[in-house]
């Protein structure tokens, strides 16, 4: 007879089951209810890296990095941002950072919450949004203008498609940028 090595069977035997097939009692049992689980798919705490942070009135809040050195967390506070303390948004203490220069702040490991008040906020995405794309604008059509001065002193046309005239309207900037 040939002695055959209990690893290599194909059939399931009480050597290859898993503990958790026989423990039914262990794998049904939870700690938290169906019910819990939808309202904390629906908050979003649990389903990104990083979680939404409650909104704070007056403020736009957003995650920062620690390490952009350059876009870094000091620069930004020149800018106006500032931390956001775990007592300012009931719900996200898990995500508290316990030691170090940011200890108390609301935290995910090299992320930090701030906010920005929301006037100073509609302001930067005013020039960043609006104001820098209508100078760079303008200087195109400057250059089409002179492009087509130059062609003219020889003799010669520049045709402007369709999207160049859409940058000759002004378009005014709206009045908020949400929070």
């Known amino acids: 007879m040939e002695a055959v090595d209990e690893r290599l069977k194909k059939e399931v035997g009480a050597s290859r089951r898993s503990r958790e097939s026989e423990d039914r009692a262990v794998t049904q049992r939870r700690d938290i209810s169906d019910d819990d689980r939808v309202s904390m798919f629906r908050q979003q705490l649990f389903n990104d890296a990083l979680p939404d942070i409650p909104e704070i009135p007056g403020y736009h809040v957003c995650w920062?990095?620690?390490?952009?050195?350059?876009?870094?967390?000091?620069?930004?506070?020149?800018?106006?941002?500032?931390?956001?303390?775990?007592?300012?948004?009931p719900g996200i203490e898990y995500a508290t950072i316990k030691t170090g220069e940011w200890a108390g702040m609301v935290?995910?490991?090299?992320?930090?919450?701030?906010?920005?008040?929301?006037?100073?906020?509609?302001?930067?995405?005013?020039?960043?949004?609006?104001?820098?794309?209508?100078?760079?604008?303008?200087s195109l059509t400057a250059q089409a203008d002179a492009l087509k001065e130059q062609a003219a002193k020889i003799g010669s046309t520049v045709i402007e498609g369709d999207g160049f005239s859409d940058l000759r309207r002004h378009i005014a900037a709206p009045q908020s940028f949400g929070t």
């Open 64 to 89: 920062l990095t620690t390490t952009n050195p350059r876009d870094n967390v000091h620069r930004r506070m020149q800018l106006g941002y500032e931390p956001v303390k775990a007592d300012e948004v």
């Open 107 to 138: 935290g995910v490991n090299e992320m930090l919450a701030f906010k920005l008040p929301l006037d100073l906020y509609n302001k930067y995405m005013k020039e960043a949004h609006h104001d820098a794309p209508m100078r760079e604008e303008a």
